[in-house]
């Protein structure tokens, strides 16, 4: 079968879900990871012989499964990662965040843990980075680590993942913390994209809307214990009421806007 051939197949069935080009970067998703093939593919007219290979996973991408968890992988800042649905897609957002802690911390030998790691992808690449740096994640899913651990393993890189309830234990010092933590209220369920709320797994999504910054208070405030340098990724409409809280503790801080130029980047450092 014609690559051209299946690629308009894809395109035909999957704008039913999605806008013309998310669908083709799904086709060329799968293309790749089946054939490590380019879209140079295509515009050649070669052929597969794994049509019917493309044609099931093209079933699983009609029900809405995100594209990373039909093929298990997800790239992460150069690394090809093992994903399921028991941890969130890592996002481009999350990229920059590690792009903006490598860049402040350039051969860092300290010690540094991401909480709720989820598939380990933020503390894989700062080991990747930092092969002298002690690395850790932590969670509190056991399932999250399982994948964080295979890709540790796979991608033969030294990080510690360990299961952890940040708001009811206490937590090591750490010279740095990173955290993408939950922060959607339940509230704002009926805005999220279907497939989302479908695959993706809701303890790592959703927060109780009585105090959706819980988990960005509690981190902050072991941080200052330990005067730790803390990093987050949040919600841009959470902007006024954090920037209000860290000023009234006295906290300085700094937000670095998004691809999207969105204020979703946040730095907390302690004198």
Same mark, same amino acid.
């Given at each position: =079968? ?23 970067? /799904?086709?060329? =998703? ?12 295509v515009l050649l007219g070669q052929e597969t012989m794994l049509g019917d290979t493309y044609v ?6 009609? +029900? ?22 028991? &941890? ?24 540094? &843990? ?20 002690? &690395? ?38 750490? +010279? /740095? ?6 922060? /959607? ?20 999504l959703f927060v109780d809307d009585t105090d959706p910054l819980l988990f960005y208070k509690t ?53």
């Amino acid at each position: =079968m014609q690559l051209g051939v299946l690629k308009a197949l894809f395109t035909d069935k999957l704008t039913k879900l999605y806008r013309l080009s998310e669908a083709e970067n /799904i086709f060329y =998703m799968v293309l790749y990871y089946l054939e490590k093939k380019s879209k140079t593919a295509v515009l050649l007219g070669q052929e597969t012989m794994l049509g019917d290979t493309y044609v099931t996973l093209l079933q699983s991408l009609m +029900d809405g499964k995100p594209v990373q968890y039909v093929l298990n992988e997800a790239p992460f800042y150069g690394l090809d990662l093992f994903v399921d649905e028991t &941890v969130l897609i890592p996002r481009p957002e999350t990229e920059q965040l590690v792009h903006w802690i490598l860049e402040d911390h350039p051969n860092f030998q300290g010690s540094v &843990v991401d909480i709720g790691t989820g598939s380990g992808c933020i503390p894989l690449v700062l080991k990747k980075h930092w092969p002298y740096a002690q &690395v850790s994640g932590c969670d509190i899913s056991t399932e999250a680590l399982k994948v964080a651990q295979r890709n540790s393993k796979e991608q033969n890189l030294d990080v510690i993942f360990f299961q952890k309830n940040i708001l009811t234990e206490e937590l090591e010092p750490y +010279d /740095i913390i990173v955290s993408n933590p939950p922060y /959607i209220a339940h509230s704002e369920k009926d805005d999220m994209h279907e497939n989302v709320l479908e695959y993706e797994p809701h303890i790592a999504l959703f927060v109780d809307d009585t105090d959706p910054l819980l988990f960005y208070k509690t981190i902050i405030l072991l941080a200052h214990q330990q005067k730790s340098t803390c990093y987050f990724e949040t919600s841009e409409y959470y902007r006024p009421e954090l920037d209000n809280w860290l000023k009234e503790h006295n906290f300085s801080f700094v937000w670095q806007p998004d691809f999207q130029d969105k204020d979703r980047l946040l730095k907390v450092t302690f004198d």
